[in-house]
C-alpha cells in the first residue's frame, strides 16, 4: 500500500432506494427511511473507494470493522453523500472517518471504518472456498495441515494433541517464540511469511501446534510489534531435536533469504508450574 495522507478523502453518491429501507428477513417492513445497516455499507464502500487508489499490484484490502451512529431519517428518493476520510494509518490498516449528509448539508451519520491490506493470495487462502472444507485431522505423520481461519481472526494455529496415559495430568508443553516487529512494508512481509516461511515451519518434525498471533493494539513499550508466533513442542528434547531437523535449517534460510531475521526476537518458555508453599509443619 502507497502512503495515504491523512485527510485524503473519497465520496459516494447515492439515491435512497426501496430496497435501502428497514426491512428484516424475518420481521419484513419495518421503517420506510434509510436503514442504518444500508448506510454501513456505503460507509464500507465510500472507504473503499478511498484504499483501492493506494493499493499496489497484488495487494487486496477487506473490510475489519465498520461503526455507525445514524443521527437524522432520510426517504426514498433523497440524494446522499457519503464521505471517507482517512484518519489514520495503521500498519496495513486504514482508519476512515466517514460521514453521511443529505442534499441540503443536513448531517444524517457518521462513523468510522478500517481496512487490512493483505497479500491477495493471503487474502485468497483466508475467504477462498477451500477455507469452508472441514479441516482434516493431522496425525503424527503430518504436521503440514493448516486450520483455515476468518478474516476476524487474530490467530492461526495448527494442532496435534500428545497422546496421554489415563491417569495422567495435563501434557506440560515447551514453547518457541518468534515476536516480530512492524515491518516498513506489512504486505510485503505477509508475502514471504505466510507463504514461504509458514509452509516450511510447519513441516519441523515434533512440532504439536503454530500459532500465529497478530497484534491487534499496542498499548506501551516500544518499539512496535506486528506479528507473535508460538510454536509448541511436547518437551524440551522434542524441541531439541526439531532444531537440529533439516526441514528447521531450511525455514532458518528462508528467514534470513527475505530480511525476516531482521526484524525477529526470538525466546522458549513453558507454562508456569506454581510450587507448593509450605506447610509449616
Known amino acids: 500500500m502507497r502512503p495515504i495522507p491523512v485527510g485524503e478523502s473519497a465520496a459516494l453518491d447515492i439515491v435512497v432506494a426501496p430496497e435501502m429501507t428497514v426491512r428484516f428477513d424475518e420481521l419484513g417492513p419495518v421503517h420506510p427511511v434509510y436503514a442504518t445497516y444500508s448506510m454501513a455499507k456505503h460507509f464500507e464502500e465510500a472507504g473503499r473507494k478511498l484504499l483501492l487508489r493506494y493499493l499496489e499490484p497484488g495487494e487486496a484490502g477487506i473490510g475489519s470493522s465498520v461503526s455507525v451512529e445514524h443521527v437524522a431519517p432520510s426517504w426514498i428518493g433523497d440524494a446522499v453523500r457519503v464521505t471517507a476520510r482517512c484518519a489514520e494509518v495503521i500498519g496495513n490498516k486504514l482508519i476512515c472517518d466517514v460521514r453521511a449528509v443529505d442534499e441540503r448539508g443536513r448531517e444524517l451519520g457518521r462513523g468510522t471504518t478500517a481496512q487490512a491490506v493483505l497479500v491477495q493470495e493471503v487474502l485468497h ?100 510489534y506486528y506479528l507473535l508466533a508460538e510454536l509448541v513442542f511436547e518437551s524440551q528434547e522434542a524441541m531439541k531435536q526439531a532444531f537440529r531437523s533439516p526441514e528447521w535449517a531450511a525455514a532458518g534460510e528462508n528467514l534470513s533469504a527475505w530480511g525476516g531475521i531482521d526484524l525477529v526476537t526470538m525466546f522458549t518458555a513453558q507454562p508456569h508450574q506454581p510450587v507448593d508453599a509450605p506447610s509449616g509443619d
Open 125 to 224: 487462502a483466508r475467504i477462498g472456498e477451500q477455507a469452508r472444507k472441514p479441516v482434516r485431522p493431522v496425525d503424527a505423520d503430518d504436521r503440514s495441515g493448516r486450520v483455515p481461519t476468518s478474516e476476524a481472526s487474530s490467530t492461526i494455529s495448527t494442532a496435534h494433541s500428545p497422546e496421554r496415559t489415563e491417569g495422567e495430568g495435563p501434557a506440560v508443553t515447551v514453547s518457541y517464540f518468534a515476536l516480530y516487529r512492524t515491518p516498513a512494508d506489512p504486505a510485503d512481509f505477509e508475502k514471504h511469511y505466510f507463504g514461504s516461511h509458514v509452509p516450511l515451519i510447519e513441516k519441523t518434525p515434533g512440532l504439536l501446534e503454530n500459532r500465529v498471533h497478530r497484534v491487534t493494539r499496542q498499548f506501551v513499550g516500544d518499539p512496535g
